[in-house]
């Protein structure tokens, strides 16, 4: 792979904004560098651009190199400077999965840039070559999410791995549900990668959606092309305090999690056993897809009760599914109850 030729020439060729943190880094007594209020009231300087200590938690806790790992404003970010990096505006095209999470085409559409989609099959898997037969020159990206929003299940791996194997362009395997799936992370295979992305994110396992932190894993040197291009304070102070507060109650997430996953044991056993829903997908994240037979009315029906799924009936191969994310077991028992009873 000739990353040189993959990334934007302005993008290669940009100099970075330089910011006074960049320009004197260490350990001083006086700052007057950068025109902040000098009275400390917690957030009165500007924060680490590169939020060096949230990286380190992350490099220790996940086994990567903190040189490989760019943090953004949720994974909304780095899926975007996926396009503003690689995608030339009207000229260059993305490949993805349908259905899939909706942020790629957005943001493809945002940054003009053709979104070519390929529909899973019926066992919402995918095949390699029928995603690698859409690519042509000006390919720059293919999108995978593995757990898959909104279908649940977790991508076939030899097809991901054949995928990033043979394309030229860059790969990115979005892991948002990593923490729920049986299976094993492709951090592990950055090394063996250099056009390989994977995205993660605080705001599912973590249980810090309102903090807005995504993760990008990737080479050093897509990781450096990202840093050059991302708002030079992308993540604020008071995200990078609670990360770092996360991080260091890692165990009490793992908890979390396990209680999610005996929860969604339950609620998928429940659900396929009710009469009104035809069918509850195999998951491997912390949401089920369900198939019933007409989810436009049981959406409003549940909505009237103040139960809010997502409704997925015009969604690609999802038609009169709903899907539902697992709350906690009080949640999760109301639920039930009000399907039983409609
Ligand atoms: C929820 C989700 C995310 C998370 O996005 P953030 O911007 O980090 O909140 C990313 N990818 C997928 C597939 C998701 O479902």
Known sequence: ????????????????????????????????????NPYNNDVNRYPDPLQWEVKE?????????IKKIMLGNGSDEPIDLVFRVFCEPGID??????????????SADINNVEYRKVLLNSDFDFNSDNLLQKTDKNTKAIFLCSPNNPTGNSLNRNEIVKTIENFA?????????????????????????????VLQTFSKAWAGAGIRLGMAFASEEII?????????????????????????????????????????????QELSNLSCVEKAYP????????????????????????????????????????????????????????????
């Open 169 to 197: 362009g860059i790969v990115v395997v979005d892991e948002a549900y990593i923490d729920f799936s049986s299976q094993k992370s492709f951090l592990n295979e950055l090394d063996k990668y250099p056009n390989l992305i």
């Open 57 to 65: 938690k992350i490099s220790q806790i996940k086994g990567v190199a």
């Open 1 to 36: 792979m000739d990353l040189q030729k993959l990334v934007r020439q302005n993008i290669w060729n940009l100099k970075p904004y330089s910011s006074a943190r960049d320009e004197f880094k260490g350990e001083a007594s006086v700052y007057l560098d950068a025109n902040e």
């Open 224 to 268: 450096r092309l990202f840093n050059k291009v991302k708002y030079p304070y992308n993540v604020n102070k008071l995200t990078q305090n609670y990360a770092l507060n996360l991080l260091n109650n890692y165990q009490e997430v793992r908890d979390k999690v396990a209680t999610i996953l005996e929860e969604r044991a339950k609620l998928q």
């Open 93 to 106: 095209n993305v490949v993805a999965i349908d259905p899939t999470y909706g942020m790629y085409q957005v």
């Open 283 to 342: 998951t491997d994240s912390n949401f089920l897809l369900i198939k019933v037979g007409d989810a436009d009315n049981m959406y409003q029906q549940l909505v009237n009760k103040g139960i809010i799924v997502r409704n997925r009936n015009k969604i690609s191969l999802c038609m009169n599914c709903l899907r539902i994310t697992v709350g906690t077991p009080e949640e999760n028992k109301e639920l039930i109850t009000e399907l039983a009873n409609l």
